[in-house]
């Protein structure tokens, strides 16, 4: 007898299933990971649009006039100096600095925030939201604080690709051009008739956006999805649009250098080692892991991240060692074959006595020893970026 939970299914499985969908397990949910093939679906998105169904992640609501304190104490980012509209990484850690998921943050205005968190973590911060909330105590008034899980009533899609504001502007409605939206900001809009709020954000090192929609009054979260989503494809095919999958988006945040939960991070991984310092502001008042993570700040680790470039075109996979010489000098944390730059790189924690670029290694593919170079991160950016 398994006491394993079902796996979940977005709005959208039914047409995934439909339409060549290649189902996997993903973070406790059935998803795509690829419709033709990864290279395929990879190459759209770089030269054209493609269409990925993220839904899987977790999509958190915070109201009230405690929200925004709380948010700012569960955070490693700042949150006090959010504008309307604005999105910002960062990240949730332990008190000991271990991450325990990256996530974007939403202020929608001065009461109402969001959180996008990974699928496979949703429970997890969850559990750790109501932990720390059931210790909200203002000194100044009542506690003013709402939460709720709204992932299995909303649907998140994303386009991604230098055609995918052309695409998208031309289905939208909105009191702001959304081409005039700056990176990381949003507003809520209409699309294809359908009421949602619009972000330019991604996961794939191109512009694009992400949409998310509720279900409506008389019409399914899965009846407006699956027009949303068709929609957007019809809209989109004289650029060559294609529904993506996992795989490519795997591929193509490697090539962004993007972290992956699980991967470059996870509760044994303090995000300065990953090269996140970005998103930890050690100056704001206090917050979750702020001691620990003044002290690793302090006093580095030994290990910091880098990219890897292979000679071979064998993929170097997570938990491969890296090597000088005889002397094992760090691991891998992800790895595939690069379609934009037809090379195999990988991402991995090396001791930072050999992170100089240029610098020579070698990582152990199944027994065997295959050469590759330290390089700067990221592997790939646009050039409009």
Not at 208 to 232: D, M, N, R
Not at 236 to 263: F, K, N, S, W
């Amino acid at each position: 007898m398994t006491t394993d939970a079902p796996l979940l299914r977005t709005p959208l499985y039914a047409w995934h299933a439909s339409h060549n969908g290649r189902i996997v397990e993903f973070g406790g949910w059935e998803m795509p990971v690829q419709y033709s093939s990864i290279v395929d679906e990879h190459h759209a998105v770089r030269k054209g649009a493609g269409l990925f169904d993220i839904s899987h992640m977790g999509r958190l609501s915070f109201s009230g006039l405690d929200a925004e304190p709380f948010l700012s104490n569960l955070l490693t980012c700042r949150v006090d100096n959010l504008v309307d509209g604005q999105i910002r990484y960062g990240l949730v850690c332990q008190e000991d600095g271990g991450v325990l998921d990256d996530i974007l943050v939403y202020k929608l205005d001065a009461m109402n925030f969001g959180l996008v968190v990974n699928a496979s973590n949703r429970n997890k911060i969850v559990a750790w939201i109501n932990q720390h909330a059931a210790n909200l105590n203002p000194a100044d008034h009542a506690v003013d604080f709402e939460f709720e899980d709204l992932t299995s009533t909303s649907a998140m899609i994303a386009i991604q690709g230098p055609k995918a504001l052309g695409i998208l502007s031309s289905l939208t409605t909105s009191t702001i051009p959304i081409g005039s939206l700056k990176y990381y900001s949003g507003c809520a809009a209409t699309v294809a008739g359908i009421e949602a709020y619009i972000s330019r954000t991604g996961y794939t090192g191109e512009d694009g956006f992400e949409i998310t929609i509720s279900a409506g009054p008389t019409q399914s979260l899965e009846q407006l999805s699956t027009t949303l989503w068709e929609k957007l494809l019809t809209a989109g095919q004289v650029d060559g649009i294609q529904p993506c999958g996992l795989g490519c988006r795997d591929t193509l945040r490697l090539e962004a250098a993007m972290p992956l939960y699980g991967h470059e991070l996870n509760e044994n991984l303090d995000p300065l080692t990953a090269g996140l310092g970005f998103a930890v502001k050690l100056e704001k008042p206090n917050f979750i892991g702020q001691s620990a993570l003044a002290a690793i700040k302090a006093n580095p680790g030994e290990n910091v991240r880098v990219g890897l470039k292979l000679t071979s075109r064998r993929i170097a996979r997570e938990h491969s060692e890296v090597y000088a010489g005889e002397t094992k000098i760090g691991e891998v944390t992800s790895g595939t074959f690069s379609p934009t730059l037809e090379q195999s790189i990988a991402m991995a924690y090396i001791n930072k006595s050999h992170v100089a670029p240029g610098t020579a290694i070698e990582v152990d593919i199944r027994g065997k020893r295959e050469a590759a170079t330290i390089v700067v991160l990221p592997f790939y950016k646009r050039s409009n970026s």
